[in-house]
């Protein structure tokens, strides 16, 4: 939230007329009003800047807040935030069901407590709170909040300490790595702590090196914060070397120094997605962990949440005991009042989605920023994230695993791809700057920003995606399409040559489309171009209808390797070389049948049955829609087609056209662009080419 300033609406008044160029600025007056194109006049007299004497009807206020609100971006395109934006119908309900409650209430809504209560057990066990151990913790407004408290709690114990043992107490510092998100160093300096930045650079992956935070520790360190998934790029910190580095320490010298793990997206990821991964309470050192519900943790904006492993962690003098409408309440928060319904919201989650819903979309946003990051790393740019890097394990076993998408497989991180312009690149097109992808991805409604590295690599320019439930296989496609089709046009206004990158027949060209269509190996990814969706409907891991062709409607054969060019070996790194299967659908693709396939989860044995069944029928309808599809465009009977878009989108003229599509030439594994990416005639073609054009 910026700091607002008051406006002076006389003062901008006066500046507007007098201003040379802006005489023309309005009607006396007007320039504080909002204006609105509400035939309701009423509307167009509210004052900007002061509250109006007399309020405007409701509908007009709707109407203006409305419009207003129209030149946000779209959230479902944002991508440079970490924040949760999509909730399920029921529980949009819930939330607003519960929008009127406060939290801090608990005699009036002592339900609401419970769940809260709840939550921090759940919580407390899913971050392997030991058993004998009390673990005690509190909602909060979000990480930022949260990373406060359990400073303060580190802070408060520390003095502690130091006045037990009659020393000196007012100079506290604190240890953290320089790529620390904005919340730690404002802890800091909102609590007179000294703030001592661990230097990161690109070899240490932009991320604190645990060795290195050792060298900033004294006696008056009130504890080290490691980050669990770093805002930059998405690596987590080592807790469990940090944490014996300490133990280490505390042999050498006696200072006992205890961490905060900063888990504000990691610790909702890396439960589900690494289970076996030690970084929570069952590391010793390991005293509080704060994290965003409305990160990971699927809830709208909002919600945070911070638990002790144990209370005796938790400074008595810093919980309030509060006599308020007739019960005692016990809080440690720096706000009192507090909305109940993104708790409840939490809660809908954990039970809605259980263990098994928060791992299959870890998985699928870790699969989905593979996919990105391979295209990406493919083609003009090198990718700093690095999920998509194989692991010990993955170089071990990726090869002969029947499911690529195991976590486990790759390095740890959160599904951020963070990226940069190659070398090369950079060599090749001096001209290019990178921070105008992010403006012309914005053009396009994407949300892509660009920034400096952390302190000391500021110099280091990155761009990055978060990719979050909301940003599907389909969009990722999109969106690689969009940043390749942004880049190439960029060095299309150079005078250098474009036959490096741009020629269709370049390896580079060859293996980012390679890249961008498929994860080899992959049990759940099907490279046949379908529609995906980030549905949770069960059993629809990625929900898919066809997208662009017939061919899709096809279950695939679990032995396809496609494109058949990319062999098993490179399951995570693409194949370099040209690849002309890329250009063609695998020979031994099966005929193509109008029957949906959600996924590849049709290879079932119903799904098989069904498509028997169901084959004579969809012969007809085949001939149906080839029928409705010669109507549309080119008879006078092309009303019929306006009939088949009445009885539900995508149906009669969709299947037309995905007809249509099925029948050209197929020349970029089924997908001309003409069909899917617009008309790549006359104006539209200019822009497309190279990578762009294919993916
Ligand atoms: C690592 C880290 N810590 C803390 C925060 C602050 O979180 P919040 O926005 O919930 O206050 C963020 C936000 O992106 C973050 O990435």
């Known amino acids: 939230m910026s700091l607002s300033r008051h406006i002076n609406a006389d003062e901008v008044i006066e500046k507007c007329k007098e201003h040379p160029h802006r005489k023309h600025a309005g009607q006396e ?21 002061t509250i109006p004497e007399f309020g405007i009807p409701s509908k007009a206020a709707y109407q203006l807040l409305h419009d207003e609100t129209a030149l946000d971006g779209n959230p479902l395109l944002n991508l440079a935030s970490f924040v949760h934006t999509w909730m399920p119908e029921e529980a949009n309900k819930l939330i607003m069901e519960n929008m009127n409650k406060n939290q801090v209430d608990l005699d009036e809504y002592p339900a609401a407590t419970i769940i809260h209560n709840r939550c921090i057990s759940m919580l407390a066990d899913l971050w392997k709170a030991p058993k004998d151990c009390k673990a005690i913790g509190t909602s909060t407004a979000g990480s930022s909040e949260a990373i406060m408290l359990g400073g303060l709690a580190l802070k408060k114990r520390w003095q502690e300490a130091r006045k037990a043992a009659g020393k000196d107490h007012y100079h506290p510092n604190i240890v953290f ?55 930059y790029t998405g690596h987590f910190e080592d807790v469990q070397l940090m944490s014996d580095l300490l133990d280490d320490l505390e042999k050498r010298t006696g200072l006992d120094i205890p961490i905060h793990v900063d888990g504000a997206s990691g610790a909702f990821i890396a439960p589900f997605a690494y289970p076996n991964y030690k970084w929570a309470f069952d590391v010793k050192r390991v005293h509080s962990i704060n994290t965003s519900g409305h990160k990971f943790g699927l809830v709208y904006a909002g919600l945070g949440w911070i638990l002790w492993k144990d209370e005796s962690m938790l400074h008595k003098d810093l919980i309030f005991e509060l006599h308020y409408l007739g019960s005692v309440e016990y809080s440690f928060t720096l706000n009192f009042s507090k909305p109940a319904a993104p708790i409840i919201a939490q809660m809908y989650n954990f039970l809605n989605l259980g263990f098994d819903g928060y791992r299959r979309i870890a998985i699928k946003d870790l699969r989905n920023a593979r996919m990105l990051s391979r295209a990406l790393d493919a083609t003009y740019f090198t990718v700093l994230s690095n999920i998509h890097k194989p692991s010990e394990k993955g170089r071990a076993e990726l090869e002969s695993a029947e499911d690529t998408d195991d976590p486990e497989f790759y390095e740890r991180g959160l599904p951020v791809v963070s990226f940069r312009l190659s070398d090369k690149f950079m060599a ?27 302190p000391t690599t500021e110099s280091t320019q990155i761009l990055r995606v978060v990719v979050r439930e909301t940003l599907s296989e389909d969009l990722c496609e999109r969106l690689i399409v969009d940043i390749l089709e942004i880049t190439e046009a960029l060095m299309g206004t150079s005078a250098y040559s474009r036959l490096t990158f741009a020629d269709p027949s370049s390896p580079a060209h060859a293996a980012g489309v390679a890249a961008a269509v498929a994860l080899p190996h992959s049990t759940t990814f099907s490279p046949v171009p379908s529609h995906s969706s980030y549905s949770r409907a069960h059993g629809v891991d990625v929900g898919r209808a066809s997208a662009f062709s017939s061919s899709s409607f096809a279950p695939i054969p679990s032995d396809t390797s496609y494109p058949p060019s990319v062999s098993s070996s490179d399951s995570s790194t693409p194949h370099l070389a040209a690849s002309p299967a890329v250009s063609a659908p695998p ?28 084959l004579p029928f969809t012969f007809i309808f085949h001939l149906f829609t080839a029928f409705l599809y010669l109507t549309s465009f080119h008879s006078p009977f092309s009303f019929l087609s306006s009939f088949g878009s009445f009885s539900q ?47």
């Open 587 to 614: 020979s031994s693709a099966p005929p193509s049948l109008p029957i949906v396939v959600l996924e590849g989860h049709a290879r079932t044995f119903s799904a098989r049955l069904i498509h028997t069944i169901l």
């Open 428 to 454: 090749d097109y001096p001209h290019v700057q990178q921070a105008w992808i992010q403006s012309m991805l914005r053009t396009k409604g994407w949300i892509v920003p660009n920034y400096g590295g952390p």
């Open 649 to 695: 989108p995508g149906s009669a003229v969709m299947l037309s056209k995905t007809l249509s599509v099925a029948n050209q030439p197929d020349k970029e594994h089924g997908r001309p662009d003409k069909n899917n990416f617009g008309d790549a005639t006359g104006e539209d073609a200019k822009g497309q080419t190279g990578f762009a054009r294919q993916c």
């Open 177 to 231: 790595g320089s790529n620390a998100q904005v919340a730690l160093e404002k802890f800091a300096r909102y609590w007179d702590v000294e703030a001592r930045l661990v230097p990161v650079t690109e070899s240490t992956n932009f991320v604190m090196n645990p060795h290195d935070a050792l060298q900033f520790i004294d006696e008056n360190t009130i504890g080290v914060m490691v980050i669990l998934g770093s805002t």
């Open 29 to 49: 007056g007007r320039q504080t009003l909002h204006q609105s194109w509400s035939r309701d006049e009423d509307a167009a007299r509210a004052p900007k800047y």
